[in-house]
């Protein structure tokens, strides 16, 4: 599964890039504006709460999935006597995800799970990963 070209406005970041000292923020925001450090790119720390919507809060959502990997075999009927057939095999789901979008999956939906209100992130939980492993035996 693929998708190119969507963004994602993230809610964490506007939360996280608040300078006002009443909740963690991202280990950049050490260099934002003090009295010795004359930046320009980020704010001084203050108690305003007040979010200025921009930009910077929308990251490229583009990602390339593995939904479904399964791998198996199945052993000769040399190497098994007592059964017709064996196989073994693992399936993986959603595990792996190739993207430069800085949450936790970008295959989001703050509103509900619709594909018609994609596109907005406040630390939504993560598609589950799982391993499963099997066995099928034919008599």
């Not at 993207?99 to 509103?111: I, L």
């Given at each position: 599964?693929?998708?190119?070209?969507?963004?994602?406005?993230?809610?964490?970041?506007?939360?996280?890039?608040?300078?006002?000292?009443?909740?963690?923020?991202y280990a950049y925001?050490?260099?934002?504006?003090?009295?010795?450090?004359?930046?320009?790119?980020?704010?001084?720390?203050?108690?305003?709460?007040?979010?200025?919507?921009?930009?910077?809060?929308?990251?490229?959502?583009?990602?390339?999935k593995v939904k479904?990997?399964?791998?198996?075999?199945?052993?000769?009927?040399?190497?098994?006597?007592?059964?017709?057939?064996?196989?073994?095999?693992?399936?993986?789901?959603?595990?792996?995800?190739?993207?430069?979008?800085?949450?936790?999956?970008?295959?989001?939906?703050?509103?509900?799970?619709?594909?018609?209100?994609?596109?907005?992130?406040?630390?939504?939980?993560?598609?589950?990963?799982?391993?499963?492993?099997?066995?099928?035996?034919?008599?």
């Amino acid at each position: 599964m693929w998708s190119v070209g969507n963004d994602i406005f993230t809610y964490d970041k506007t939360q996280l890039t608040l300078g006002t000292g009443g909740q963690n923020v991202y280990a950049y925001m050490n260099d934002r504006w003090t009295p010795s450090n004359q930046s320009n790119e980020f704010p001084k720390a203050t108690t305003n709460r007040q979010i200025v919507i921009n930009d910077y809060y929308i990251e490229d959502g583009s990602y390339l999935k593995v939904k479904n990997i399964v791998l198996g075999y199945t052993f000769p009927e040399s190497m098994v006597k007592v059964v017709d057939r064996l196989n073994v095999y693992c399936s993986l789901n959603n595990f792996i995800t190739f993207t430069k979008y800085s949450g936790f999956d970008p295959e989001v939906s703050y509103r509900g799970a619709s594909n018609l209100t994609m596109g907005e992130d406040y630390s939504t939980y993560p598609q589950s990963k799982t391993v499963m492993f099997g066995v099928k035996v034919d008599f």
